[in-house]
C-alpha cells in the first residue's frame, strides 16, 4: 500500500497565481484533512471531510478550497497564492472512528515570492 | 483553542528519562501523540481515549487526566532515535479525527 500519496513535493508560486495541491489515499478512510505547518509550529487544520461530497472549515480556511468527489482524493486548491500562504502543507486519512490515528502524506513544501 | 504543550525543548543523554505535557481548556475525548523528525511527516505514536483505553507504540508510555484535561508523554530510557519534535492533538468529538495540535516540544537525545 503507498498510504497517503501527496504531489508536488515542492513548489514555488508567484504571488496571484492559483494551484492546487494533490492527496490522495488507498487506505479506504472515510475521514481526510490538510493542515498547513509554519517553521518552528505546530499543524493547523483548513480544510477536512468527512466522507465523499462532505467537506468542512478547520481553523485556517481563507484562501483555500476542497472538494471531495471520490472517497481517494482530496485536492487543495489556493485560488490566490498569497506570501502568508508559504508552508508545508500536510495532507492526512483515517477511518471514521475516533480512536483511528491520522496516517500523514510526506508533504508539499509551498514558496510563493 | 490549542492545547498547550511543555516543556517547548527538552535535551537528553542516551538513557535518560523526560515527561513532555499537554493541557487543554476543552473537555476531550481523545488526545493523541505524534513524533515528526525534521524534513519528514509527522509518525503516530499514541492515542489516549476518555476512559482509559490506550492504543500505540509499545516502548513510549503516555496517561491521560480526564479531570483535568491533561495528558502526558513519557519517554523512558531515551534512546537516539526519540529525538525530534512531539506533538499532542486532541479531540471533542467521538467521531472523525478533526484534531487540534498544540506547538510541539522539541527532544534532542545525545550519546
Known amino acids: 500500500n503507498a498510504g497517503v500519496t501527496q504531489t508536488p513535493k515542492f513548489q514555488v508560486l508567484k504571488t496571484g497565481q492559483s494551484m492546487t495541491l494533490q492527496c490522495a489515499q488507498d487506505m479506504n478512510h472515510e475521514y481526510m484533512s490538510w493542515y498547513r505547518q509554519d517553521p518552528g509550529m505546530g499543524l493547523r487544520l483548513i480544510h477536512y471531510?468527512?466522507?465523499?461530497?462532505?467537506?468542512d472549515q478547520g481553523e485556517v480556511p481563507n484562501g483555500y478550497n476542497v472538494s471531495r468527489s471520490t472517497t481517494e482524493d482530496f485536492p487543495l486548491r489556493l485560488l490566490s497564492a498569497a506570501p502568508s500562504q508559504t508552508s508545508v502543507y500536510f495532507c492526512?486519512?483515517?477511518?471514521?472512528?475516533?480512536?483511528?490515528?491520522?496516517?500523514f502524506g510526506n508533504g508539499t513544501r509551498l514558496t510563493v515570492t | 483553542q490549542q492545547p498547550v504543550q511543555s516543556p517547548q525543548a527538552v535535551i537528553l543523554r542516551e538513557g535518560e528519562d523526560a515527561v513532555i505535557n499537554c493541557s487543554s481548556s476543552?473537555?476531550?475525548?481523545?488526545v493523541h501523540w505524534y513524533r515528526q523528525k525534521h524534513g519528514e511527516a509527522p509518525v503516530f505514536l499514541m492515542i489516549l481515549l476518555k476512559g482509559g483505553e490506550q492504543k500505540g507504540h509499545d516502548k513510549i508510555s503516555a496517561s491521560f487526566n480526564e479531570k483535568k484535561q491533561q495528558s502526558s508523554l513519557y519517554l523512558t530510557a531515551s534512546q537516539l532515535s526519540y529525538s525530534g519534535t512531539y506533538f499532542c492533538g486532541t479531540d471533542v468529538k467521538a467521531a472523525g479525527n478533526k484534531l487540534t495540535f498544540g506547538g510541539g516540544t522539541r527532544v534532542l537525545v545525545k550519546p
Open positions: 492526512a486519512s483515517s477511518s471514521w472512528q475516533g480512536d483511528s490515528p491520522l496516517h
Open positions: 476543552k473537555a476531550l475525548y481523545s
Open positions: 471531510s468527512v466522507g465523499a461530497g462532505i467537506t
